[in-house]
């Protein structure tokens, strides 16, 4: 039987499945065939907190999308055009999101009875007209894979596990994925234990070849590569990318880099990724909380470290007074913050833009701290270089924002040339500054005011730092009055000063009336969503904030020049509060705080009402 | 920046002596070589006096470049210590200076890093940094001021005050039962263990002198008189008339034996404190710092209980074991050695890539 191959420009796909399924390892792999394969695409892991929900429930059902397309695209898609249900939960759970028309591939071995009770199904949907509206692939998915794995000396319940690959190798098939990777990713994996690699290699070709062969699939897929920049590219996720970036950070500020920090989702793969690096001289230190992994950053720090602590919202509660000291004492120091929904423990594998207002305000006492907020996955390793030359240069500490979805999805890279990335470094003080050979630890460069870095080691520079308010130039204990309120203007002037890019603004005809800004995260989306306004003919102008602290020189004068400017934020309006102070402008806020990222769609149709209530 | 060998991650792999990691100076120096600039600010009489005269006095003895000695405090009367030394220092937070002083010290072996902390800094705000630097053994020298009330907020209980104790803040009597810091040292997996006192400048400074001397993670308790708020704590242990039968001094190798009373092991499987003359020399225990097995120094750390009548002073517990920033220092130079320096073009390069283009 020949079948039909059909072109697509792009695709969304959606694996669901229990969480002991294997939908994040299957989804990874397919993202890795089409990063191989070279299409653009991006990510979005969705999983829940519990390590093993109650199998079968939808509090346990976990899901892996994946958007890839033969042109560059932004975001990993609004709704899926294929979603593998490998359990009645999964099907559930995801239904509301499939769009009329989409493919669904379900596990019909999982549609038991006991399972379509488990999430109250009175009929199975797959035999009832109940998705009549959808393209239903039934597909006795464990099955299959026990029957291809009859000649493995493998228990049932062994041989089960492998239906992930099953699935991988039916999707392979249905969209022309590369398939050497994955045996050798499966070969590699499982080089312990052989027996487990063949099985699963074999359940990922009887996969393949079930879709091949069997008639409930006509038609296979072909997306063509993208056209993107010339150059390496590799897939990456936020919180690689990020710790890539301060490893980096550490080579380019010629500092050791010296990480102090507590585990929490989804901050902890930062620590387990630079964990892996020591070679290049990174200390990471598992401290007891997140005060002490704060803390030994800023002694660290003190000795000539690049300081740095990783964390999640409520780890950026409990550094707080750390912060304060570091502001105060004027050392580098970088707090990476992947936020996650809140208040409390919320949601910590959700996302959320909740935390820009306690970066900002959150300390006792005036005590500014530079922001920076990366847009991409990938822009996490230019975002966590850029917060460490702020660091070093201006002596403060540095709040680098990230979040869940960042942290998680991912997409594809192109690597800088490392001859490309900025030289940080910034000289220690070794000599004195003051009279008579004194060292003054508190006499600042007129140009940046930032003071002098001089570490233990340093003979003749000998002196004390803390928290007490201390005299300009000398450091010196200080309750002075008119010495504090110097002090408190002179740090907040070094951080209002820090040298931030202009803001640039994206407006192809240059005519549009109506802005779009947005900060973070929200970047992919709102791109996505004026790209849609755009090819339906409609007028919007976009801009996107890297920095939050300093805000760019040019921001209030941009905000001006538009009729009205729209801000969607995943928080109840948290830049827009500051925007509004500070520069007067009526900024339109959008707020979702779902613990999901924005879609495109979604964020098109505010972004047209607000363009028409303008006419 | 300064690409000098401090950074190297540690070539040399030393589970020796405590500083022998830290560069010594060759010019000779004195007590002023250390006395800072900064008037010193503690109320007259206070025993904290007493103390950095001690630790100003003992310095030279070391013999280190003075660049390379930090001295990191957290919060109270006694964290204003740093100030009043000529070296590196670090005045920081409420009880957070052992997390501080670990990353530093973890950082840089060849910085003699010293912890200046309170009963209230180290054994409220700051315990779990406490514990968990003391089971980590990163070398440190902590030197925890105990006199038994918080000072710097104006004589709140604190900790270590004995239960009943009358303060502002317990007008009726503290009800909660305190701290033994030494037992609380021990049982936290510490290496040296030492208790000594602020009048005592001689045994103060013999302390010092193994602490320093020890890598890891030291913890000498010093018993402080806060003459506003407590004064006379300690008065026993001070007074010539009745000292010498309440202080039961420890010293490796030797009975700990006084004149008039003696300890030895009791009945119930712990040890008791009985009259010199009834029991023969052979029944005193003999002085074991260095035993592995630190129950014998956790029930000598329990004489003092409950009435404060036999009260140990000297080296608890001094056993060697490989020090944090050592074995951290190891796995940097390994990762390098198998797997050579790291380059960062390898490391962008490291995963499934592909080419455009
Ligand atoms: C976060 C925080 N909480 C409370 C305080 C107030 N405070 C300062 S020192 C102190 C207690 C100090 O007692 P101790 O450690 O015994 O030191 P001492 O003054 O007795 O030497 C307290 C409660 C503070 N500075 N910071
Ligand atoms: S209050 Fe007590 S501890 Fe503090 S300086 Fe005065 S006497 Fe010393
Ligand atoms: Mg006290």
Same mark, same amino acid.
């Given at each position: 039987?020949?079948?039909?191959?059909?072109?697509?420009?792009?695709?969304?796909?959606? /694996?669901?499945?229990?969480?002991?399924?294997?939908?994040?390892?299957?989804?990874?792999?397919?993202?890795?065939?089409?990063?191989?394969?070279?299409?653009?695409?991006?990510?979005?892991?969705? /999983?829940?907190?519990?390590?093993?929900?109650?199998?079968?429930?939808?509090?346990? @059902?976990?899901?892996?999308?994946?958007?890839?397309?033969?042109?560059?695209? +932004?975001?990993?898609?609004?709704?899926?055009?294929?979603?593998?249900?490998?359990?009645?939960?999964?099907?559930?759970?995801?239904?509301?999101?499939?769009? !009329?028309?989409?493919?669904?591939?379900?596990?019909?071995?999982?549609?038991?009875?006991?399972?379509?009770?488990?999430?109250?199904?009175?009929?199975?949907?797959?035999?009832? =007209?109940?998705?009549?509206?959808? !393209?239903? #692939?039934?597909?006795?998915?464990?099955? +299959?894979?026990?029957?291809?794995?009859?000649?493995?000396?493998?228990?049932?319940?062994?041989?089960?596990?492998?239906?992930?690959?099953?699935?991988?190798?039916?999707?392979?098939?249905?969209?022309?994925?590369?398939? &050497?990777?994955?045996?050798?990713?499966?070969?590699?994996? /499982?080089?312990?234990?052989?027996?487990?690699?063949?099985?699963?290699?074999?359940?990922?070709?009887?996969?393949?070849?079930?879709?091949?062969?069997?008639?409930?699939?006509? @038609?296979?897929?072909? @997306?063509?590569?993208?056209?993107?920049?010339?150059?390496?590219?590799?897939?990456?996720?936020?919180?690689?990318?990020?710790?890539?970036?301060?490893?980096?950070?550490? @080579?380019?500020?010629?500092?050791?880099?010296?990480?102090?920090?507590?585990?929490?989702?989804?901050?902890? =793969?930062?620590?387990?990724?630079?964990?892996?690096?020591?070679?290049?001289?990174?200390?990471? /230190?598992?401290?007891?909380?997140?005060?002490?992994?704060?803390?030994?950053?800023?002694?660290?720090?003190?000795?000539?470290?690049?300081?740095?602590?990783?964390?999640?919202?409520?780890?950026?509660?409990?550094?707080?007074?750390?912060?304060?000291?570091?502001?105060?004492?004027?050392?580098?120091?970088?707090?990476?913050?992947?936020?996650?929904?809140?208040?409390?423990?919320?949601?910590?594998?959700?996302?959320?833009?909740?935390?820009?207002?306690?970066?900002?305000?959150?300390?006792?006492?005036?005590?500014?701290?530079?922001?920076?907020?990366?847009?991409?996955?990938?822009?996490?390793?230019?975002?966590?270089?850029?917060?460490?030359?702020?660091?070093?240069?201006?002596?403060?500490?540095?709040?680098?924002?990230?979040?869940?979805?960042?942290?998680?999805?991912?997409?594809?890279?192109?690597?800088?040339?490392?001859? $490309?990335?900025?030289?940080?470094?910034? &000289?220690?003080?070794?000599?004195?500054?003051?009279?008579?050979?004194?060292?003054?630890?508190?006499?600042?460069?007129?140009?940046?005011?930032?003071?002098?870095?001089?570490?233990?080691?340093?003979?003749?520079?000998?002196?004390?730092?803390?928290?007490?308010?201390? *005299?300009?130039?000398?450091?010196?204990?200080?309750?002075?009055?008119?010495? #504090?309120?110097?002090?408190?203007?002179?740090?907040?002037?070094?951080?209002?000063?820090?040298?931030?890019?202009?803001?640039?603004? $994206?407006?192809?005809?240059?005519?549009?009336?109506?802005?779009?800004?947005?900060?973070?995260?929200?970047?992919?989306?709102?791109?996505?969503?004026?790209?849609?306004?755009?090819?339906?003919?409609?007028?919007? *102008?976009?801009?996107?904030?890297? #920095?939050?602290?300093?805000?760019?020189?040019?921001?209030?004068?941009?905000?001006?020049?538009?009729?009205?400017?729209?801000?969607? &934020?995943?928080?109840?309006?948290?830049?827009?509060?500051?925007?509004?102070?500070?520069?007067?402008?009526?900024?339109?806020?959008?707020? !979702?705080? !779902?613990?999901?990222?924005?879609? *495109?769609?979604?964020?098109?149709?505010?972004?047209?009402?607000?363009?028409?209530?303008?006419? | 920046?300064?690409?000098?060998?401090?950074?190297?991650?540690?070539?040399?792999?030393?589970?020796?002596?405590?500083?022998?990691?830290?560069?010594?100076?060759?010019?000779?120096?004195?007590?002023?070589?250390?006395?800072?600039?900064?008037?010193?600010?503690?109320?007259?009489?206070?025993?904290?006096?007493?103390?950095?005269?001690?630790?100003?006095?003992?310095?030279?003895?070391?013999?280190?470049?003075?660049?390379?000695?930090?001295?990191?405090?957290?919060?109270?009367?006694?964290?204003?210590?740093?100030?009043?030394?000529?070296?590196?220092?670090?005045?920081?937070?409420?009880?957070?200076?052992?997390?501080?002083?670990?990353?530093?010290?973890?950082?840089?072996?060849?910085?003699?890093?010293?912890?200046?902390?309170?009963?209230?800094?180290?054994?409220?705000?700051?315990?779990?940094?406490?514990?968990?630097?003391?089971?980590?053994?990163?070398?440190?020298?902590?030197?925890?001021?105990?006199?038994?009330?918080?000072?710097? %907020?104006?004589?709140?209980?604190?900790?270590?005050?004995?239960?009943?104790?009358? %303060?502002?803040?317990?007008?009726?009597?503290?009800?909660?039962?305190?701290?033994?810091?030494?037992?609380?040292?021990?049982?936290?997996?510490?290496?040296?263990?030492?208790? %000594?006192?602020?009048?005592?400048?001689?045994?103060?400074?013999?302390?010092?002198?193994?602490?320093?001397?020890?890598?890891?993670?030291?913890?000498?308790?010093?018993?402080?008189?806060?003459?506003?708020?407590?004064?006379?704590?300690?008065?026993?242990?001070?007074?010539?008339?009745?000292?010498?039968?309440?202080?039961?001094?420890?010293?490796?190798?030797?009975?700990?034996?006084?004149?008039?009373?003696?300890?030895?092991?009791?009945?119930?499987?712990?040890?008791?404190?009985?009259?010199?003359?009834?029991?023969?020399?052979?029944?005193?225990?003999?002085?074991?710092?260095?035993?592995?097995?630190?129950?014998?120094?956790?029930?000598?750390?329990?004489?003092?209980?409950?009435?404060?009548?036999?009260?140990?002073?000297?080296?608890?517990?001094?056993?060697?074991?490989?020090?944090?920033?050592?074995?951290?220092?190891?796995?940097?130079?390994?990762?390098?050695?198998?797997?050579?320096?790291?380059?960062?073009?390898?490391?962008?390069?490291?995963?499934?890539?592909?080419?455009?283009?």
């Amino acid at each position: 039987m020949t079948k039909q191959v059909q072109q697509l420009d792009r695709v969304i796909i959606r /694996f669901a499945g229990d969480s002991g399924d294997g939908m994040q390892l299957t989804g990874d792999r397919f993202t890795a065939g089409t990063a191989e394969f070279g299409n653009d695409l991006s990510t979005l892991p969705n /999983f829940p907190a519990e390590i093993r929900a109650p199998a079968g429930t939808l509090p346990g @059902v976990s899901s892996f999308q994946l958007h890839f397309a033969d042109h560059d695209i +932004l975001t990993p898609g609004d709704a899926p055009n294929v979603l593998v249900a490998m359990n009645p939960a999964a099907l559930k759970a995801n239904l509301g999101d499939l769009p !009329r028309g989409a493919d669904i591939i379900a596990n019909t071995d999982e549609f038991t009875k006991r399972n379509l009770q488990k999430v109250g199904y009175a009929t199975s949907p797959l035999e009832d =007209d109940s998705l009549s509206e959808w !393209r239903v #692939h039934a597909v006795p998915l464990t099955s +299959l894979t026990v029957k291809a794995l009859e000649d493995f000396d493998l228990s049932k319940k062994d041989a089960e596990r492998s239906k992930n690959m099953f699935a991988l190798g039916l999707l392979s098939w249905l969209y022309h994925r590369p398939t &050497e990777h994955t045996i050798k990713f499966l070969e590699q994996k /499982f080089a312990k234990k052989p027996d487990i690699a063949k099985a699963n290699i074999a359940a990922f070709q009887a996969g393949w070849n079930f879709g091949e062969t069997t008639e409930g699939f006509s @038609v296979s897929y072909e @997306v063509k590569p993208a056209r993107l920049a010339p150059g390496v590219y590799r897939n990456i996720s936020g919180n690689q990318a990020l710790a890539y970036g301060l490893i980096a950070a550490s @080579v380019q500020s010629k500092l050791p880099l010296f990480l102090g920090s507590y585990p929490i989702t989804p901050a902890s =793969d930062i620590l387990h990724e630079l964990s892996k690096h020591k070679r290049f001289g990174i200390r990471t /230190f598992q401290a007891e909380d997140e005060i002490a992994g704060v803390g030994a950053a800023l002694g660290a720090a003190f000795g000539g470290a690049l300081g740095v602590t990783t964390t999640s919202g409520p780890g950026v509660a409990l550094k707080a007074e750390t912060v304060g000291l570091a502001v105060t004492t004027e050392l580098p120091l970088i707090v990476v913050d992947v936020q996650r929904a809140g208040p409390s423990t919320g949601m910590p594998t959700k996302t959320e833009q909740t935390d820009l207002l306690m970066a900002m305000y959150g300390r006792n006492g005036e005590s500014p701290v530079p922001i920076v907020a990366p847009m991409s996955p990938s822009d996490c390793f230019d975002a966590a270089i850029e917060a460490a030359r702020i660091a070093v240069k201006y002596r403060t500490p540095v709040m680098l924002l990230s979040d869940g979805y960042l942290a998680n999805g991912s997409e594809p890279w192109r690597l800088p040339e490392i001859a $490309d990335l900025p030289d940080i470094s910034q &000289e220690f003080t070794t000599a004195p500054n003051g009279e008579e050979g004194t060292f003054l630890p508190f006499k600042r460069d007129t140009e940046t005011l930032a003071r002098p870095w001089a570490i233990p080691g340093t003979p003749g520079l000998e002196h004390r730092i803390g928290g007490i308010e201390k *005299a300009d130039g000398t450091g010196n204990i200080s309750y002075d009055p008119a010495n #504090h309120d110097l002090m408190v203007r002179t740090r907040a002037a070094k951080i209002a000063g820090i040298d931030v890019p202009d803001l640039e603004v $994206d407006d192809p005809d240059g005519d549009a009336r109506v802005l779009v800004i947005g900060w973070g995260s929200t970047y992919g989306p709102i791109a996505a969503a004026v790209r849609r306004i755009r090819k339906g003919g409609g007028k919007v *102008a976009q801009t996107h904030l890297r #920095h939050l602290n300093p805000l760019p020189a040019n921001t209030g004068e941009i905000l001006k020049r538009y009729d009205k400017v729209l801000l969607p &934020e995943i928080n109840l309006g948290q830049l827009a509060l500051l925007l509004r102070a500070r520069y007067l402008v009526d900024v339109i806020s959008y707020n !979702r705080v !779902r613990g999901l990222p924005f879609k *495109a769609e979604e964020l098109a149709g505010v972004i047209q009402d607000v363009i028409n209530s303008d006419q | 920046m300064t690409s000098e060998p401090l950074f190297a991650s540690g070539k040399t792999s030393v589970n020796g002596k405590g500083l022998s990691l830290v560069p010594k100076t060759d010019v000779k120096q004195s007590l002023k070589d250390f006395k800072s600039d900064q008037e010193v600010r503690w109320c007259p009489g206070c025993g904290d006096y007493a103390i950095l005269a001690a630790v100003q006095s003992f310095l030279p003895e070391l013999g280190l470049k003075r660049e390379n000695i930090v001295f990191v405090s957290g919060i109270g009367c006694s964290s204003r210590f740093p100030y009043y030394l000529n070296t590196y220092g670090f005045h920081s937070i409420h009880g957070r200076a052992p997390a501080i002083a670990t990353g530093l010290a973890a950082s840089r072996p060849d910085l003699s890093v010293w912890v200046i902390t309170g009963d209230g800094d180290a054994l409220s705000i700051g315990g779990n940094h406490l514990i968990h630097a003391l089971r980590r053994n990163v070398n440190l020298n902590i030197l925890l001021f105990n006199n038994r009330i918080y000072g710097l %907020t104006k004589g709140q209980y604190s900790p270590t005050s004995e239960v009943g104790k009358i %303060t502002k803040s317990t007008p009726m009597g503290s009800l909660d039962k305190p701290f033994n810091p030494i037992s609380l040292a021990i049982g936290a997996e510490a290496s040296f263990v030492a208790r %000594t006192i602020d009048s005592d400048r001689k045994h103060l400074q013999s302390v010092l002198r193994e602490a320093t001397a020890h890598r890891g993670t030291s913890l000498v308790e010093i018993y402080q008189n806060c003459n506003i708020f407590n004064d006379n704590a300690f008065e026993q242990l001070k007074d010539p008339e009745v000292r010498d039968d309440i202080t039961v001094r420890l010293e490796h190798g030797q009975p700990i034996a006084s004149a008039s009373k003696a300890v030895v092991r009791a009945a119930s499987g712990g040890l008791e404190v009985v009259a010199r003359d009834s029991v023969s020399d052979d029944r005193i225990l003999v002085h074991d710092a260095h035993n592995p097995d630190p129950s014998v120094a956790f029930a000598l750390s329990r004489l003092d209980e409950p009435a404060f009548e036999h009260v140990p002073i000297g080296i608890f517990r001094q056993v060697s074991r490989p020090a944090y920033d050592t074995l951290m220092a190891e796995q940097l130079d390994e990762a390098a050695t198998r797997t050579g320096a790291g380059d960062l073009s390898e490391l962008l390069l490291g995963g499934d890539t592909w080419r455009i283009g």
